[in-house]
């Protein structure tokens, strides 16, 4: 894809008086010309007539967005710091309770799955890294993977937790879990009176360490 990104001076302005924006716009014409001229409400074909001989960009009914001063855009970026900061503890509390449960056997691995690999594990295991799509990761016990999955999983075990993205394959205790259902950017699956649960645990994106 290829793209460009312009910053684009905008006018907007109404057409109340037909003969008045004709006059401030050939009166201003040196300071609009180069603008995005933006116009709300009906225009008569003898002023898109004008637009076009005058060579003026116009769009017609738009809202465009409006621009946000300094403290605004600081607040923000504050409050999403902070709002990042909670959900990292959520995360952490999260995989420290689980990862608590993690005894059966467990396994820790930090390294990237790879398309091809096909990695079988009998007992639990804690991933510290991704799971690619084309790499396929069979656990017969719990799992959590601290990354994003792309390829297939196969567990069996009382408990997930994971990232999935739209290319992974879960399959739960046989079952498969539609990826609309793991949308979240952490969740946890787990086994409960044979029902499969799914908690979401961050809905927004983390940066793992």
């Known amino acids: 894809m290829k793209s460009n990104q312009y910053s684009v001076k905008v006018y907007e302005t109404t057409v109340e008086d037909e003969e008045k924006f004709i006059e401030f716009f050939n009166t201003n014409y040196t300071?609009?010309?180069?603008?995005?001229?933006?116009?709300?409400?009906?225009?008569?074909?003898?002023?898109?007539?004008?637009?076009?001989?005058?060579?003026?960009?116009?769009?017609?009914?738009?809202?465009?967005?409006?621009?946000?001063?300094?403290?605004?855009?600081?607040?923000?970026?504050?409050?999403?710091?902070?709002?990042?900061a909670v959900s990292m503890q959520i995360a952490e509390a999260e995989l420290r309770k689980l990862s608590s449960k993690l005894q059966n056997n467990l396994t820790v691995l930090d390294k990237m799955i790879r398309s091809g690999q096909d990695v079988h594990i009998d007992g639990d295991l804690l991933l510290l890294n991704r799971v690619n799509s084309g790499a396929t990761l069979n656990i017969r016990g719990n799992l959590i993977i601290t990354n994003v999955v792309e390829g297939l999983i196969r567990c069996s075990g009382n408990f997930m937790m994971l990232t999935a993205s739209p290319k992974a394959n879960i399959i739960f205790h046989g079952v498969e879990v539609e990826n609309d259902l793991l949308e979240n950017k952490l969740n946890r699956?787990?086994?409960?009176?044979?029902?499969?649960?799914?908690?979401?645990?961050?809905?927004?994106?983390?940066?793992?360490?």
């Open 31 to 84: 300071l609009f010309k180069d603008h995005l001229i933006v116009i709300q409400g009906s225009l008569s074909k003898e002023i898109k007539l004008y637009l076009k001989q005058k060579s003026l960009i116009y769009i017609q009914n738009i809202d465009l967005p409006k621009g946000r001063n300094r403290k605004a855009i600081e607040e923000e970026f504050l409050e999403e710091r902070r709002e990042s």
């Open 189 to 209: 699956v787990e086994l409960k009176n044979n029902e499969i649960i799914i908690t979401p645990v961050l809905k927004k994106e983390i940066s793992w360490a």
